[in-house]
């Protein structure tokens, strides 16, 4: 765990992507249940206390929130204004997991409340779905089934976009795709953390993998993250990073008061 990167912080600084995770973690254990409204008015004092890295779809949703517009409103009017090719980032997709632990053993609620989560900033299907797909593949890690993303998949059907699918069915099958890209194009960064996440031989090996891809690293090392500590435990993680880690304290107390 090395500091002074892109963003010249110290080493354990968290980013954007955990600061959002915490918000919907605190929001659940506060509140017992999910609450979009809540998880919103959260973003919005996160945006609010100026953030050196947001994503530019969350940036402008948050910017709507914060004049006015509902939790359901401001993800949907970004995304109709933006472009294909600027439309599908990852920024809801790092920050879901959270929802995975109280909504393991509920499907139905974890795949709705984990769509409604992305829709807060990223309103498109593959983020939505994307947002499904992650939570129910760790819901069925959770659960230590065989096959965890192909249930997923299967779960979500013919509801989720073809590229989606598409992307991650081979992961499914256990083949590595031939490329695996780290931008921040959620299904890029998807295929390339769940490949990581769930090939990897340990938690440290996912993550380390996944981080030293470069690109759009917090990220694809959140997302492969989230899924390596499903399969191997807390207890695996290094007690070298941990030491260092921003808000470790806050993170597993929110983790044992989510289960
Ligand atoms: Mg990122």
Redesign the pocket.
């Known amino acids: 765990m090395v500091g002074d990167g892109t963003w010249n912080q110290p080493a354990g600084t968290i980013?954007?992507?955990t600061e959002q995770a915490l918000c919907i973690a605190r929001s659940l254990v506060e509140h017992q249940v999910f609450d979009p409204a809540d998880i919103a008015e959260r973003f919005v004092a996160w945006y609010d206390s100026g953030p050196f890295?947001i994503?530019r779809m969350t940036m402008r949703s948050l910017s709507r929130l914060k004049h006015g517009d509902e939790w359901d409103e401001a993800g949907q009017h970004v995304w109709e204004q933006s472009r294909e090719g600027q439309n599908a980032g990852?920024?809801s997709v790092?920050r879901c997991p959270p929802l995975a632990i109280p909504y393991a053993t509920d499907w139905d609620r974890l795949a709705e409340v984990s769509r409604q989560s992305s829709q807060i900033t990223h309103a498109d299907s593959r983020c939505t779905y994307g947002c499904a797909v992650l939570n129910l593949t760790i819901a069925g890690i959770l659960d230590d089934t065989e096959t965890p993303l192909g249930d997923a998949l299967d779960y979500v059907g013919s509801d989720a976009p073809d590229e989606l699918i598409a992307a991650l069915e081979s992961l499914a099958r256990g083949e590595s795709p031939g490329a695996l890209e780290t931008s921040?194009y959620v299904i890029d960064?998807l295929q390339t953390a769940l490949h990581d996440g769930l090939f990897a031989e340990s938690a440290e090996e996912a993550i380390v993998t996944a981080v030293n891809r470069g690109g759009?690293?917090?990220?694809?090392g959140?997302v492969a993250g989230a899924v390596a500590g499903a399969r191997f435990g807390a207890s695996t993680l290094p007690d070298r990073w941990l030491a260092a880690l921003d808000a470790a304290e806050e993170l597993e107390s929110l983790a044992n008061q989510l289960t």
């Open positions: 980013t954007d992507d890295d994503g990852n920024g790092m921040g960064s759009d690293t917090d990220t694809i959140a």
